[in-house]
């Protein structure tokens, strides 16, 4: 492998694939793979929509940007992060510097035709919603990736997608 960097970040709008796809990169290139989402709900010993509930958003950003911050010095990794990790300029600046990210573009017309909005504290009221996050996150995630992939459709087999992913990242990795 010849990267510099040993942090691949993987950036997306939530339900894009960031976690599957990210966990078969982590196996794929022996790296360890950690999902923000599921660190933070560890930590916190809630669910992320419960951190919403309780806590607001404000202090749920505040949590993803430690352990954003703390994953990051962890050698050899991949995270998945959360969707609006690239929120708050620090973490963007922090991503760029410390890794190499991986922005996965998947209409959001797409992804709410099949996501369960259950666990999903922004979109539970109306998952249309994804369709404004996306409008709003679009050029953030844009400026913050080092590769894009367009993940316009899974295929039928998850590690079919994969294949496409690795081809679109391998030579950044």
Not at 81 to 89: A, C
Request: glycine content about 6%.
């Amino acid at each position: 492998m010849n990267n510099v960097k040993s942090t691949i970040f993987v950036i997306g709008l939530p339900g894009s694939g960031k976690t599957d796809l990210s966990k078969l990169l982590a196996e794929h290139i022996n790296y360890t793979f950690f999902d923000m989402d599921k660190v933070i709900e560890d930590r916190e010993q809630k669910t992320i929509s419960k951190i919403f509930e309780d806590s607001g958003e404000e202090y749920f950003r505040e949590v993803e940007s430690n352990i954003l911050e703390e994953l990051s010095n962890i050698k050899n990794t991949v995270i998945s992060t959360g969707g609006g990790s690239v929120l708050k300029e620090k973490n963007r600046v922090l991503m760029r510097e410390r890794g190499i990210v991986i922005f996965i573009d998947r209409p959001a017309e797409l992804i709410v035709k099949n996501i369960n909005v259950s666990k999903r504290p922004l979109l539970v009221q109306d998952k249309n919603k994804l369709i404004k996050l996306s409008e709003e996150r679009d050029d953030l995630y844009r400026e913050c990736a080092s590769v894009i992939f367009n993940h316009n459709n899974w295929d039928n087999d998850v590690k079919e997608t994969f294949k496409k992913f690795y081809e679109c990242v391998g030579s950044y990795i």
